[in-house]
């Protein structure tokens, strides 16, 4: 089992920034990648960022590309991401989620935080 807990929330103006963690327990060691989706009142969830363990490769969805950064601390099992120029759309509950397969790195993540709001005020 994995244990993931966010946090780094809260509220921000636009154009602001705010930067989110996930710290992960458990067998990690058999992770293969971590990511963030999030999830806006009355839409689906959807894939933001994730980072592979190994070789750090990275990938964003196009909504979000040149504004965050997802990036890892293998010592301390945590995952970060750092979102510039927020926009009032970016408001959402965000979640991070942990991989044990390779695979694609969209889709098909095996563990769930809680997730942690992020508002973005116009």
């Known amino acids: 089992q994995v244990q993931l807990v966010e946090s780094g929330g809260g509220l921000v103006q636009a154009g602001g920034s705010l930067r989110l963690s996930c710290a992960a327990s458990?067998?990690?060691?058999?992770?293969?990648?971590m990511a963030w989706f999030r999830q806006a009142p009355g839409k689906e969830r959807e894939f933001v960022a994730a980072?592979?363990?190994?070789?750090?490769?990275?990938y964003y969805a196009d909504s979000v590309q040149g504004r965050f950064t997802i990036s890892r601390d293998n010592a301390k099992n945590t995952v970060s991401l750092t979102m510039n120029s927020l926009k009032p759309e970016d408001t959402a509950v965000y979640f991070c989620?942990?991989?044990?397969?390779?695979?694609?790195?969209?889709?098909?993540?095996?563990?769930w935080g809680q997730g942690t709001q992020v508002t973005v005020s116009s």
């Open positions: 989620a942990d991989k044990i397969a390779p695979g694609v790195l969209t889709t098909w993540y095996d563990y």
């Open positions: 458990g067998r990690t060691f058999s992770s293969y990648a």
């Open positions: 980072i592979t363990w190994r070789g750090g490769s990275t």
